[in-house]
T-cell receptor
């Protein structure tokens, strides 16, 4: 079975600064996806960024980037130029590539961006 | 991205009654839908995986007779909480995925959630 670990229950960052959220996972699979989801107070799950395990290049989406270390099974999220609207719960998630498999979520990190 | 709706967004019911929650994919055919439960300040817990036209697969510890899931069409799945009790109060979220043969990126699209309160 796969597990996803987020070791930082809460974090805070000053507006315009950079913050990194940690995520590690455990799997015996070789083909999989990794995701970061944002859940703001509205509780709507929003996809922030995704990474395909077979791609060595780290994914980037505007201010959001990941540091994917496959051998170490690490998948951290870096948020640059933090904005007040980034305040939310962030969930790291794993999904096997094959078949109709569900997402496996970490416990989440509550990020607060401070003005 | 694709849109998934849930109805109702909030529901309050009396203990012992049944509540039905609908999850619809509005602009794509969802061959698979997933139902999650989320307690306050916690992560999403997978309850069941639902494939169109077949019985749902429930996670260990989830009572299939209490949480009835139906996925009768490619755009609609329903979760019925039967004989609801206060401990069933929670936030229920569905997600939907298209046919992996035509949508190989396997992206899941989430509904906005339903807050259930059982008195």
């Amino acid at each position: 079975a796969q597990t996803v670990t987020q070791s930082q229950p809460e974090m805070s960052v000053q507006e315009a600064e950079t913050v990194t959220l940690s995520c590690t996972y455990d799997t015996s699979e070789n083909n999989y996806y990794l995701f970061w989801y944002k859940q703001p107070p509205s509780r709507q799950m929003i996809l922030v960024i995704r990474q395909e395990a077979y791609k060595q290049q780290n994914a980037t989406e505007n201010r959001f980037s990941v540091n994917f270390q496959k051998a170490a099974k690490s998948f951290s999220l870096k948020i640059s130029d933090s904005q007040l609207g980034d305040t939310a719960m962030y969930f790291c998630a794993f999904m096997k590539r094959a078949g109709n498999t569900p997402l496996v979520f970490g416990k989440g990190t509550r990020l607060s961006v401070i003005a | 991205g694709a849109v998934v709706s849930q109805h109702p967004s909030r529901v309050i019911c009396k203990s012992g009654t049944s509540v039905k929650i609908e999850c619809r994919s509005l602009d794509f055919q969802a061959t698979t839908m997933f139902w999650y439960r989320q307690f306050p300040k916690q992560s999403l817990m997978l309850m069941a995986t639902s494939n169109e036209g077949s019985k749902a697969t429930y996670e260990q510890g989830v009572e299939k007779d209490k949480f009835l899931i139906n996925h009768a069409s490619l755009t609609l799945s329903t979760l019925t909480v039967t004989s609801a009790h206060p401990e069933d109060s929670s936030f229920y979220i569905c997600s939907a995925r298209g046919d992996p043969r035509t949508q190989p990126d396997n992206e899941q699209f989430f509904g906005p959630g339903t807050r259930l309160t059982v008195l």
